[in-house]
């Protein structure tokens, strides 16, 4: 692995969802991190684009470790998030369908009173510009473009206390999912890391979810899912290099990328990021001879 490749991660939570975007990347190989944590490498066909794929398991607070772990280990320039959800708009968006989350919400922080009850204090993640802009141009018509609402629970009842909780304080949210606040929270603290939730919808976040899971609902909106991840990578391009590690000057006199150096009558500015012109300002110091 070259550190000078353009590099995507794509993470997943189910062996379903690992499945179907591991179908897009031919002849990808193991590795496995020193921790034990592994992904699959592999090139992206006709793109410019190397993809490691890990499968972190299901909640928020696993996916948030391990997304770290994988970041500062591999270094990408973009994160994805791909996988199945729930449908919270069930009028408007179908098994099947594909929402890119344009922000992400965690939907369980607020604050118990015996005056008001639950007062919500909600956290909200905003998605990559650059990918969502990629996903608007090459998906266009084809998936929602909304938020997702992220909570470490099964909703399979819309009658429940959370669906309504969802329905009052997170109207927007399109679907529901367990994973996505953890991935985005650690693409947050990495700083210009691109980070994208796609997720195909494999339920209703009713009780017929079991009915749909047991009719191969998660294996289809997985595939959903994977396919617009790569849709929107043929579409995105690498926006930044990465900057080579230092190496020795050809000149055996500067060593290493040396920080400038004073000389006597001179600032030495070899090997650093100065490039241009400086002025310097001269000042006489004047020392008294005793002897």
Same mark, same amino acid.
Do not use: C, M, W
């Given at each position: 692995m070259s550190e000078?490749?353009?590099?995507?991660?794509?993470?997943?939570?189910?062996?379903?969802?690992?499945?179907?975007v591991r179908a897009h990347i031919p002849d990808a190989e193991e590795r496995v991190h020193d921790e034990g944590t592994y992904v699959e490498w592999g090139r992206l066909p006709d793109t410019p684009w190397h993809v490691a794929i890990a499968e972190l398991g299901p909640g928020a607070l696993n996916a948030a470790v391990l997304t770290e772990r994988i970041v500062n280990w591999l270094h990408p320039d973009v994160l994805l998030f791909v996988g199945?959800?729930?449908?919270?708009?069930?009028?408007d968006i179908k098994l099947g369908d594909v929402v890119v989350g344009t922000k992400v919400y965690?939907?369980?922080?607020?604050?118990?009173?015996?005056?008001?009850?639950?007062?919500?204090?909600?956290?909200a993640w905003h998605s990559s510009h650059r990918l969502e802009q990629a996903a608007r141009f090459a998906l266009r018509g084809k998936v929602h473009l909304k938020p997702i609402a992220v909570g470490d629970v099964v909703l399979a009842d819309a009658k429940s206390d959370i669906a309504e909780h969802l329905?009052?304080?997170?109207?927007?949210?399109a679907a529901i999912e367990m994973e996505g606040s953890g991935v985005v929270h650690a693409a947050h603290l990495s700083s210009g890391l691109d980070a994208l939730v796609i997720r195909g919808i494999s339920d209703y976040a009713d009780a017929g979810k079991s009915r749909a899971d047991a009719k191969g609902s998660q294996p289809r909106a997985a595939d959903a899912a994977?396919?617009?991840?790569?849709? *929107?990578?043929?579409?995105?391009?690498?926006?930044?290099?990465?900057?080579?590690?230092?190496?020795?000057?050809?000149?055996?006199?500067?060593?290493?990328l040396p920080p400038a150096?004073?000389?006597?009558?001179?600032?030495?500015?070899?090997?650093?990021? *100065?490039?241009?012109?400086f002025t310097a300002k001269s000042v006489n110091h004047r020392r008294d001879d005793t002897d």
């Open positions: 000078t490749e353009p590099t995507v991660v794509i993470l997943t939570a189910l062996p379903s969802e690992y499945d179907a199945v959800a729930g449908s919270l708009k069930k009028k965690g939907i369980h922080g607020g604050k118990y009173t015996s005056d008001n009850g639950f007062e919500v204090r909600p956290e329905r009052k304080h997170y109207s927007d949210a994977a396919a617009a991840a790569v849709a *929107i990578l043929r579409k995105h391009r690498p926006t930044r290099g990465r900057a080579p590690a230092p190496t020795a000057s050809d000149d055996p006199q500067e060593g290493p150096t004073y000389a006597g009558d001179h600032l030495d500015f070899r090997g650093t990021t *100065i490039t241009g012109p």
